[in-house]
């Protein structure tokens, strides 16, 4: 039915996949940028309450854009987590909250790791959050490519058939 009116039999995910690939980009990004000020950084503002107002070695762009590259992986997370709550895909809830909590754990680390003298553990803390969401995000991506290529049916496992059954 849908071929003769025009409609997708890909389930009208577009928007969903969309989200994800900018989700996963930007992940990417705010990790590259990450190691970038761990690696490269020597001082960091006295707090997060001062990271915008105060330079004190010159190097602080990139600490910045890690930041803003962080709110609005965040944004996104929001948007995806809403779009997920809207379209009632079964098995992308789950992933897609877990995205959200990822990058919730490496925001509190973030925060922690300005305002509690750049501790390893803070950093390391930021390292899981992003290995929790990227994860997750990838594994939303693979739901929705999967209820796209049924048509927008649900995706269940069978078990194969055994050509000899005992």
Avoid: K
């Avoid at 071929?3 to 997708?8: R, Y």
């Avoid at 929001?78 to 009632?88: C, F, H, Q, S, Y």
């Avoid at 922690?112 to 990838?138: I, K, P, T």
């Amino acid at each position: 039915m849908a071929a003769f009116s025009g409609g997708s039999r890909s389930g009208g995910v577009g928007a969903g996949r969309g989200m994800l690939a900018l989700l996963l980009i930007a992940g990417v990004v705010e990790y590259l940028l990450g190691m970038d000020v761990n690696l490269y950084s020597s001082c960091f503002p006295d707090g997060p309450m001062h990271l915008f107002s105060s330079d004190p070695c010159g190097t602080q762009s990139m600490l910045e854009a890690h930041v803003v590259v962080g709110i609005l992986l965040g944004l996104l997370a929001v948007g995806m987590l809403l779009w997920a709550l809207r379209r009632r895909i079964p098995g992308l809830l789950v992933p897609v909250f877990g995205g959200l909590l990822g990058v919730v754990i490496a925001a509190a680390g973030g925060y922690e790791f300005l305002a509690m003298n750049q501790s390893a553990a803070d950093s390391f803390l930021m390292s899981v959050g992003f290995l929790m969401a990227f994860g997750a995000y990838f594994s939303a991506s693979l739901v929705l490519r999967d209820y796209a290529r049924s048509g927008g049916a649900a995706v269940r496992w069978t078990p194969p058939v055994s050509p000899n059954p005992p």
